[in-house]
C-alpha cells in the first residue's frame, strides 16, 4: 500500500492553525482548502510555475539546456519555445533560487560548479543593461580631438608638442 501524497502547506503566513485538504481540481490542477485562514489555492502557488501553462517538464528541459549550453538562443532551438519565454522563467526562478538550488541538486545531481555557472547566467541576463550617463558619454573622443586637429608634424620634427604649440593663441 502505498502512502498518501503528502499535502502542501497553506501559503498564508498569517494562518495561525493550518489544516490542508484536498478540493477538487481547476483545468486539471488540484486545488486545495486551508481550514485554518479559509484560503483556497492550487499546488503551484509560491513556485515559480504558478500560473505557467507549460508542463513542468519542459520548463525544467528548457532551463537545464540555458544551464549547460549558456545561451537562450540554443535552447529556443532545442526546445521550440520562444527566447522570451524562456528569458520569463530563468528571471521567475531566480526569484524562488534557494528552493531551486536544492532541486537541482538533488533532483538532477548537478555539482556545485554548474549550479554556480547557471546563477550567474541567470543573473546576467535578469539585470537591467547599463546606460552611458550624458556627462561622461564623449569622453572617449574629446580627449582625442585636439590631437586630430593639428597639421601633420614634419618628418624631422621632435615627437613632443608643447602645449603652446597646440592651440594658437588669440
Avoid at 1 to 7: D, F, H, V, Y
Avoid at 12 to 26: K, M
Amino acid at each position: 500500500m502505498t502512502p498518501p501524497p503528502s499535502l502542501p502547506a497553506c501559503p498564508n503566513p498569517a494562518c495561525e492553525q493550518p489544516y490542508v485538504i484536498r478540493n477538487g481540481s481547476s483545468k486539471g490542477r488540484r486545488r486545495y482548502h486551508c481550514r485554518g485562514c479559509g484560503r483556497f489555492f492550487g499546488e503551484t502557488e509560491g513556485t515559480p510555475m504558478y500560473r505557467l501553462h507549460t508542463p513542468v517538464a519542459e520548463v525544467a528541459q528548457a532551463l537545464l539546456v540555458v544551464m549547460r549550453r549558456g545561451s537562450l538562443r540554443a535552447a529556443e532551438e532545442i526546445t521550440g519555445h520562444k527566447y522570451e519565454t524562456i528569458g520569463e522563467w530563468l528571471r521567475r526562478t531566480s526569484e524562488h533560487a534557494e528552493a531551486l538550488t536544492a532541486i537541482l541538486t538533488q533532483d538532477l545531481h548537478l555539482s556545485t560548479v554548474e549550479i554556480d555557472e547557471f546563477w550567474s547566467f541567470v543573473h546576467k541576463k535578469t539585470e537591467p543593461p547599463t546606460k552611458l550617463m550624458l556627462a561622461n558619454a564623449g569622453d572617449a573622443s574629446s580627449k582625442i580631438a585636439p590631437a586630430a586637429s593639428l597639421p601633420p608634424a614634419p618628418l624631422g620634427a621632435s615627437a613632443t608638442i608643447s602645449s603652446s604649440e597646440r592651440s594658437p593663441s588669440p
